[in-house]
């Protein structure tokens, strides 16, 4: 899955890996989020990968998978979850490892 969603764009499983992209601005040493109607082109693309990356899951599950993560609101919550699903914990998976 993840050669696929790369091969689709890199920003894509960036997406996955670090959560969607919201732009801030610094107003008095504080970053807050920059308004959806200010954001530049480029700003607009790289926000957009978490919509295509949802897509991409959601249009790859079985309706049981798809339920697990319909209420998610981003790519990364929703990878979380399926990767705990089919994969279990990782600090399971590494206690088992050193069995």
């Known amino acids: 899955m993840r050669i696929f969603i790369e091969s689709i764009d890199r920003g894509v499983w960036d997406a996955i890996v ?3 992209y919201v732009p ?7 970053y807050v989020d920059n308004p959806w109607c200010d954001w530049t082109s480029e700003e607009s693309k790289k926000a957009q990968c978490d919509s295509v990356t949802k897509n991409i899951i959601t249009s790859s599950l079985n309706l049981d998978e798809f339920f697990k993560v319909s209420q998610c609101t981003s790519a990364k919550e ?15 998976k590494e ?3 050193t069995l």
């Open 18 to 20: 670090n959560g969607p």
């Open 24 to 30: 801030k601005l610094l107003i008095d040493n504080v």
């Open 78 to 92: 929703m990878w979380d979850i399926l990767e705990v699903t089919h994969e279990g914990r990782v600090t399971s």
């Open 95 to 97: 206690q088992e490892s």
